[in-house]
């Protein structure tokens, strides 16, 4: 099994970039799919993008393709998410999760077996 723990969250303006790290405990991490999830405030938890446990495939929202990157160094037990152009609709709790699953990418919160307890982030107009 892995444990995420999130990093990385913040203030940021319109336009901004930062980059999310979640570090997994486990043995087994390099045979986890990772992904991570947003919930913004008054919304359910929504898919922002996941990685194969390789890190040849990935997958995205489109509300982020194009602006978002997701990638993992399994040397070092860590998923990370480059946020790019960032919005205010970008504003939510971000959470990284981990799921046995890789064909295909699971899109869905019941698609993931372990969870971090997310960071905030904040994009300000």
């Known amino acids: 099994q892995v444990q995420p723990v999130e990093s990385g969250g913040g203030l940021v303006q319109a336009g901004g970039s930062l980059r999310l790290s979640c570090a997994a405990s486990?043995?087994?991490?390099?045979?986890?799919?990772m992904g991570w999830f947003r919930q913004a405030p008054g919304k359910e938890r929504e898919f922002v993008a996941a990685?194969?446990?390789?890190?040849?495939?990935?997958d995205y929202a489109d509300s982020v393709k194009g602006r978002f990157t997701i990638s993992r160094e399994n040397v070092e037990n860590t998923a990370y998410l480059q946020m790019s152009n960032l919005t205010p609709d970008d504003t939510a709790v971000y959470s990284c999760a981990g799921a046995r699953q890789s064909t295909p990418l699971p899109r869905t919160v019941k698609g993931y077996d372990y969870w971090g307890q997310g960071t905030q982030v904040t994009v300000s107009s």
């Open positions: 486990g043995r087994t991490f390099d045979t986890y799919t």
């Open positions: 990685i194969n446990w390789r890190g040849t495939r990935t």
